[in-house]
């Protein structure tokens, strides 16, 4: 069995340990209106692209940029349900990380650390959205730029074709191209200086790079909404309140564990830097400070941040590591020795031996990978997970309390009102681009119970109003608004006659 | 010929050097600064507070005096030589004194990057350029506040440290004596400690194995950490310093220690200096000696877990990275804008090698001293030093001053020090800003009240409170105002003062 050996064995080792990482219960606040857009979209046979969901915006022309995604999400959820859905999940986080495997440098053992250590970095936008096939693509842009400037390998003709399936799916292939435009910088900037290292891309290799840029600006057109895809990236960092309301776009909060990865990678990318006897490349240096910046002003930026940043660490880390493993050896004859009897050792074992421990311990954690997705998305499991994020008592009392309304909501819960009260218009959900700031910004002084927070609801003619019950405005229109109901999770109120 | 050298002499005493342009610079920027140094946060009065009672009293105190709360708890007084150091510049000059005194430390601290960065790398306009970097990243925690004695020893304990690695210092009996003064001005003196370990570290991965140096700087551990313990609470400060960051309540609740925000415009300078980071690893030729790798990349990590650290990581990396950046231009000097840099970058050193001054310097700083004694306005909005009304409760606090308000209180955490400042010994307060004291239990209770959580009422209770402080628009006044028990005796923009019955 020599596919179990060597440097595929790692390699499948590295993907179980992912998929272990990403089989989780399917549940993100943004799921729910992305596949009630996919519903939408295969059922009129016409993209989704009129907003019908909310009140506020009831009507308005919304770029849906994520059309395809949600169809496959759609076909997916309706195919295999949550399973599906967490499988998908997986496999896009596997062959994110698997790509930029095969870019890294040095021992295998390194290699497949730092391969979970970018795991557990990217694992951050590891969820049922859109944006995973983003983090999917941006790792084969990555991977083809790659072999055109390590291995020169040419096989940059596919980045069209990658740009047109993109922009279909997720608005985020302005990311794909930022790491192409970064990595021609930085070859410029490699030009600039004295040596001239054989991964250095010619002035002509780079002409090359930079037509393929522009033709990809042109595939991005190639889409059902045409030259509005090339206002995405401006139309999404233009809006304020996706700074100020939502985590995801905050700048990282190294005070909770989960985000902590991040800073480690950063801190080992510049020590191993600082280490390194090999100097950095400029493709590198300038990947390494613009995805950097970008993972620091906003924490949905991880992803992009610990793919581009691996291949870096392990280039520098590996010399560091060999070089530190050569003094002690050397000052310490001790460790010699005892490398070498480890050595021995290895040797001694034989290599059917050896390929069935490989094997055993594949079967283990293929078993366990199996066994967590079968758990997280167990119907039992994921409906005890729904209860405490999102308000399942009030969709089931609503269900049977009206026909139809309007609800005043909290906005993680827009998206999960939106798939299971299809009669009902919400205020707000996730569609951050399609309320602006004007939307946003009066459901922040409503929720806040700001002045004339209760004209507000009136002039909307909101008939419930569904939030979590520390917001003050549940507080305020505690008196003159019916409580359905008032739990520690949510409060449901009606608009007495 | 007499005329001929005598004067180079003068002019050599008149004209100041770059450095003393930068602290000069550095000292009136403070100075013109003064009423957003004090605030900005609400502890300096309680640090005035607290200095006054130890001189007054010739006493450190162990156990609290100043809440109701916990009065008479055991208390870690890690600050007490800032707080007396803040004390002193009060009494001799009011609040214009202790703008003076947190100008000339940061002053001071900056000069000093600035001297290293020039020793290390000898280019006093990178040494410049990197420190007035630096000085913008820092500025975000420019407050007057005891950190900035930790900024300034930081500064000298690094000093020190490089002094002994290129070899001019020999021995670390400096180190015990710096350590003293600093575990006794500031909490944060673990940050010595934690430099040290980098440097021991990095000798240790550059291959310098020899026993000597290793001794040398294992003297230098083992001292200051036995030095750490002359202070009034012992042991008590580190346990007190590592029981306050492992509680992520606690330093999840206090916005210093937050993470920095970089949709804010003052982390900018701090960003700029990651980035400046990494592009001079890249560049350099060399390999970078593994202790400034390690202070490098462990400082990078350290402010950005925790925004209070970015002054203390500005001021330890500025000089590496002039010495990297200097390093790469005498590399790269054969090409033509190196080159030119450089020539006029040696005229600059010839002219700072004649120069003598350091005469402007204490010019300016006693001219300060003096105008600010004298009553003089120097604050570039020209309101004076003083705390704020539209900040702290200054009129609510006359009001409580003219009518011998009694009782046990509840205050917004923020005005805590100002309350004390103002109204000590005779009113104490629920809670200030001394959080690693009030703790977990007692923040949370607080919170418990503000937020209205089940159980507010029971704190207030609890604590017998008959009257509250809060600002105007807070939900608990808000509330408080709608339901019958309370009364509002006092009210302006800012603040509200309730109080429990009809208040006669």
């Known amino acids: 069995m020599p596919w179990i050996k060597e440097d595929r064995f790692y390699l499948a080792v590295l993907l179980l340990l992912v998929l272990i990482m990403a089989a989780r219960t399917p549940l993100d606040s943004d799921m729910w209106w992305h596949l009630r857009a996919g519903e939408e979209t295969l059922l009129n046979k016409e993209v989704y692209s009129e907003d019908t969901f909310s009140f506020t915006r009831d009507g308005d022309p919304w770029l849906n940029h994520s059309w395809l995604s949600q169809v496959i999400m759609y076909l997916l959820y309706s195919a295999g349900s949550y399973k599906a859905l967490t499988i998908w999940v997986g496999v896009c986080a596997m062959a994110s990380i698997g790509l930029v495997y095969f870019q890294m440098e040095g021992h295998r053992i390194i290699r497949m650390m730092t391969g979970v250590l970018a795991g557990i970095v990217a694992s951050v936008v590891w969820s049922p959205r859109p944006q995973i096939m983003s983090l999917v693509l941006f790792a084969v842009v990555s991977y083809l730029i790659y072999l055109y400037k390590w291995k020169k390998t040419n096989r940059l003709w596919l980045l069209p074709l990658i740009f047109i399936l993109w922009s279909n799916l997720h608005g985020g292939y302005v990311l794909g191209i930022i790491l192409t435009g970064v990595v021609m910088g930085g070859e410029i900037f490699n030009k600039l200086q004295v040596d001239n290292k054989p991964e250095y891309l010619s002035w002509k290799e780079i002409r090359v790079l930079g037509i393929w840029i522009m033709v990809c600006l042109l595939a991005v057109l190639i889409n059902p909404f045409g030259f509005g895809m090339w206002k995405i990236p401006f139309n999404t960092i233009g809006v304020e309140s996706l700074q100020n309301l939502i985590s995801e776009w905050a700048s990282p909060d190294f005070h909770q564990f989960y985000q902590q990865p991040m800073l480690w990678m950063l801190f080992g990318v510049m020590a191993a830097i600082g280490l390194s006897k090999r100097r950095i490349d400029g493709s590198d240096l300038a990947s390494l400070i613009v995805f950097g910046w970008g993972a620091l002003i906003a924490r949905r930026n991880f992803g992009p941040f610990a793919l581009v940043t691996a291949p870096i660490l392990t280039r520098h880390l590996a010399p560091v590591l060999e070089e530190f493993k050569t003094v002690i050896e050397v000052k310490f004859s001790s460790v010699r020795g005892l490398s070498s009897s480890i050595s021995e050792s290895n040797q001694k074992i034989k290599p059917g031996s050896r390929y069935a421990i490989n094997f055993i311990l594949l079967v283990l954690l293929s078993v366990t990978a199996i066994w967590k997705i079968y758990d997280v998305s167990s119907p039992s499991f994921v409906e005890q997970n729904e209860r405490t994020e999102f308000p399942v008592d009030a969709v089931e009392k609503l269900k049977g309390a009206s026909e139809t309304g309007l609800i005043f909501n909290e906005y993680n819960w827009g998206g999960y009102l939106i798939w299971n009260l299809r009669d009902f218009k919400i205020f707000v959900d996730g569609r951050t681009d399609l309320f602006g700031d004007e939307i946003i910004g009066e459901w922040v002084e409503i929720i806040n119970a700001e002045e004339n927070w209760q004209k507000k609801l009136d002039l909307w003619e909101i008939d419930y109003v569904l939030i979590r019950p520390d917001r003050p405005l549940a507080l305020a229109a505690a008196e003159t608004w019916k409580t359905l109901i008032n739990s520690e999770e949510l409060i449901l109120l009606e608009r007495k006659e | ?504």
């Open chain 2, 1 to 504: 010929m007499k005329n001929q050298t005598k004067s180079p002499c003068i002019a050599a005493f008149l004209m100041p050097r770059i450095g003393e342009i930068l602290f000069i610079a550095i000292f009136i920027a403070l100075i013109g600064l003064g009423p957003k140094l004090m605030n900005v946060d609400g502890d300096l009065g309680r640090h005035i507070t607290l200095g006054n009672h130890i001189i007054t009293s010739r006493s450190i105190p162990t156990r609290d005096v100043f809440s109701h709360t916990k009065l008479g708890d055991p208390l870690t007084p890690h600050e007490w030589l800032a707080d007396v150091i803040f004390a002193l510049a009060h009494r001799a000059a009011g609040l214009d004194g202790i703008v003076w005194v947190t100008a000339l430390i940061i002053g001071a601290a900056f000069w000093l990057v600035y001297k290293q960065s020039l020793d290390l790398s000898s280019m006093s306009l990178l040494a410049l350029a990197g420190t007035i970097l630096a000085a913008a990243a820092a500025s975000l925690h420019w407050l007057s506040r005891p950190h900035i004695f930790t900024i300034l020893f930081t500064v000298i304990w690094i000093t020190e440290l490089e002094k002994l690695r290129i070899g001019i210092r020999k021995n670390w009996l400096i180190f015990p004596v710096i350590m003293l003064i600093w575990v006794n001005t500031h909490g944060a003196f673990i940050a010595g400690i934690l430099i040290w370990a980098c440097y021991i570290a990095g000798l240790i991965l550059d291959q310098k194995f020899s026993w000597p140096e290793i001794k040398t700087y294992l003297w230098i551990g083992l001292s200051s950490l036995l030095v750490s313990l002359i202070n009034p609470d012992g042991f008590g400060i580190w346990k007190t310093g590592f029981g306050f960051l492992g509680n992520r309540y606690l330093v999840s609740h206090t916005a210093e220690y937050l993470p920095p925000d970089f949709h804010q415009i003052s982390t900018w300078p701090f960003l700029l200096l990651i980035v400046l980071s990494i592009g001079l690893l890249a560049i350099s030729k060399r390999r970078m000696n593994a202790s400034h790798a390690l202070l490098l990349s462990g400082w990078t990590a350290m402010a950005l877990y925790s925004a209070r650290n970015i002054p203390l990581y500005a001021v330890i990396v500025a000089p590496i990275l002039v010495t990297v950046g200097a390093d790469y231009l005498q590399a790269n000097k054969s090409k033509g804008a190196t080159d030119k840099f450089i020539d006029l970058q040696s005229r600059f050193m010839d002219i700072e090698k004649s120069l003598k001054s350091g005469l402007w310097s204490g010019i300016v700083v006693v001219a300060a001293g003096l105008l600010l004694m004298r009553g003089f306005t120097l604050d570039f909005q020209n309101k004076g030093n003083q705390f704020l009304d539209n900040v702290f409760p200054v009129q609510a606090v006359d009001w409580i001053e003219e009518n011998q308000l009694q009782g046990e209180g509840f205050n917004y955490f923020p005005w805590g020090g100002y309350l004390l400042y103002r109204t000590w010994p005779e009113m104490l307060v629920f809670i200030d800003g001394q959080t690693d004291f009030y703790g977990e239990e007692l923040t949370r209770k607080y919170e418990k009240v503000i937020t209205l959580s089940p159980g507010w009422e029971d704190v207030l209770q609890k604590y017998q409170v008959s009257w509250v402080l809060m600002p105007t628009q807070s939900e608990l006044i808000q509330h408080l105002q709608e339901i019958g028990d309370w009364n509002a005796v006092y009210q302006d923009q800012i603040s509200t003062i309730m109080v429990l019955g009809s208040g006669e």
